[in-house]
Structure formats: C-alpha cells, structure tokens
C-alpha cells in the first residue's frame, strides 16, 4: 500500500480545553464521486491521485466548517483545523483538531450521533477538468480551500467520514508522533509520523466498518 | 535535339518537382490539422473556480434555476436592443422636470431666491442656513428631484 502524507506541526499543549482531535476520511482518489458535487454542472467528479497529491499541501492549515443543518458548507462557521492530510491507498485520509470549546455543538452532534453517519466534503478552488463534456469530469488540478462536516448522505463520496477522538484535550501530535517531532511551526512530510497519525485498522474491523457504512448509506 | 538521358534526366526532375509541390500540400494540411486538434482540446478542457463535494441542496438547485432564468432574459433583452437600435434615443430622453414644492418655494423666495432656474451652491448654503440639518437636507433633496441642482 502507497502512502503519502504530509504535516503541519503544532506545540504540545496538555489538557488543552478547545483542541479535540479528529480524524476523518476526506475524500477518495481516482474513484469518481458517488453523486454530483455542488459547482460541477451535475456531473460527477474524480480527482486523480497525482492531483491530490500536488494538493496536500494547500489542503494543511485549512478550516473545517459546518452548517447548521449538517448539510453543506458554511465557511462563517470554522469549527476546527486540518494539521495532516494523508493519501492511504484510495483515501485521503486527515487529521486535526476541532474547537469543541467554541462549537461544543459540534461535538455533541459528533459524539452523541449515530456513529458512521457523520462525513466530510472538501472545498476546491480554479480545478482543472481535464474534459468539460465528459459525463464524469476528471480533476487533474485544484486548490484545496476548506472542508467541511457533514451528513454522509450529504456529502458527494460515499465513503468519507469523521471521528473525534475518544479522550479530548491532548495534543494530536503527542498522541500520535514522537515528542521530538513535534516542533511550532515546522512543516513535516513524514512517512513514519504518517503511519502512527493513521494507523492501519484491522482487517475484520475495516470489513465491519464498511459494511455499517454501507447500510447506513442504503438506508 | 536532346538525348534519350537528357530526356530521362528532365522528366525526372518534373516528377520530383511534383512530388516536392504535393509533400509541401501534404505538411501544410498536417500543420492545419495539428493546430486544430490543439484549439479542440483546449476547448474541451476548462477551468471550474468552485466546486464543494456536498450534493446540491434543494434550495442550491433553486436559486440556479433562477439565476439562469435571469440570465436567460438578460440576454434576450440585449439581443431585443441590439436589433431594434432605433429605439435606443427614446429611452434615453431626459426624464421630465418635476416642481419644487410651494412650501419649499415660499421659503426659498423669503430667503431671497426667488427664481429657481439656476442655484448657486453658496446662496442656497446661506438661504439654508437657519435650517435644521433634517430640514436642509430635505429641501435640498426637493429641489434635487426637480432638477433645479445637481
């Protein structure tokens, strides 16, 4: 399994009352969107790996937002940051912390919800489409703008999603990557921390989990 | 009289001089046909400056729908002037003078204006003077809807 990933390091702050850390599945690659994304005309999409990954690192220090209804975007409403963005087979994986303190909103919907029924969008700015007239456009080139949480059945990929941490105020980073690692305002693109950031589920739990997602979905 | 070689040696330069004009033809239609595969493909290729991976809400749809009647008639209404050009002085007549009101007139007329044709700045600042800020600025935006300043 290929994995790019890259990060933005922030300082560990222990017990920190506005830092939840999430972890979610923004989008796939090279896989076309299981429904039209709102600005493509009604066509679906697919964004090409290459694309997203020359993408990553506009994607870094990027807000997510939300909208009331849980529905679409709203970029008044930033609830969080996005520190880590990860290419992991088809997914494109990130990681970040939500502002549970300022939006506690936010983090009841996540944690009081249905789980798995939560997703995310992402929002792309001057994206190249390969082809206008084909019936699924390829996106070869974008800008990575924003992300947002959202209802799965909402959001244009099937397959994303959105997970708080179960233990809030700790650092994503400590829990994630060596203390040594963690440096304010350095940029990192590690392979290794990558790994520990978003490590790889076990088998049977990722079948399971596919599998409640699909329901979900179905329903 | 030439000889059986000279004439071979002229019938060949012939064939290669026709054989040179048809290649020449030939990379002439390869270029015309290169450049507009190029001018095809970046037509089909395009920018798009937003695109969200959320479906498009009920109401997203329904502004969009709007917005293309809009534009829609906007452009029917540009087609209808530009073909009918003679109809573009009428529209753009002077819109009629409308009269001051008699109040505002009497109080003009105490303060020494009477005529209304044309208002110097200064004279109306002094004739206004008395007047509360409100009330200026209403008489002023009297006698701007009648045209008598501008």
Not at chain 1, 90 to 112: H, I, T
Not at chain 1, 183 to 188: D, E, I, R, V, Y
Not at chain 2, 14 to 43: D, G, P
Request: aromatic residues 4%; contains cysteine; proline residues 5%.
């Amino acid at each position: 399994m290929k994995l790019e990933a890259m990060a933005v390091t922030l300082p560990e702050v222990a017990g920190h009352p506005n830092r939840a850390p999430f972890t979610g599945v923004l989008t796939l690659v090279d896989e076309p969107s299981t429904k039209p994304p709102s600005g493509a005309r009604g066509h679906r999409v697919i964004l090409t790996r290459r694309a997203a990954l020359s993408a990553l690192p506009s994607l870094l220090g990027m807000a997510v937002d939300y909208a009331p209804s849980w529905d679409g975007h709203d970029s008044r409403r930033k609830c969080g940051i996005i520190t880590h963005a990860d290419v992991e087979g088809s997914r494109l994986l990130v990681a970040g912390y939500l502002f549970a303190k300022d939006f506690p909103e936010v983090e009841r919907q996540v944690r009081q919800g249905v789980p798995g029924t939560m997703g995310m969008s992402w929002e792309l700015a001057d994206a190249h489409v390969e082809d206008m007239r084909a019936e699924i456009w390829t996106l070869t080139r974008a800008t990575f703008t924003g992300a947002a949480i959202l209802l799965r059945e909402k959001a244009a990929y099937r397959n994303t999603s959105f997970e708080l941490a179960a233990a809030r105020c700790r650092s994503t980073m400590t829990r994630l990557a060596p203390a040594e690692c963690v440096q304010a305002g350095a940029t990192g693109h590690s392979r290794d921390r990558a790994r520990v950031a978003f490590p790889k589920r076990p088998l049977r739990k990722e079948q399971t989990w596919n599998h409640q997602q699909a329901k979900t979905w179905s329903r | 009289m030439e000889s059986p070689t000279g004439e071979n040696m002229v019938a060949l330069t012939e064939s290669m001089e026709r054989m040179e004009s048809r290649l020449e033809a030939a990379a002439a239609l390869v270029e015309r046909a290169a450049t507009l595969l190029e001018e095809r493909e970046s037509s089909m290729s395009g920018e798009v400056r937003k695109i969200v991976a959320a479906v498009e809400t009920s109401r997203e749809a329904e502004l969009q729908k709007k917005l293309d009647a809009a534009e829609q008639q906007i452009a029917e209404l540009r087609a209808e002037i530009e073909t009918k050009p003679e109809a573009q002085p009428e529209t753009h007549a002077p819109s009629a003078r409308r009269t001051v009101p008699a109040s505002t007139a009497q109080f003009l007329a105490k303060q020494g204006l009477s005529t209304l044709e044309s208002v110097e700045a200064g004279a109306l600042d002094a004739a206004l003077n008395g007047l509360s800020l409100e009330q200026r600025i209403a008489v002023k935006a009297q006698l701007l809807r009648a045209g008598v300043v501008s």
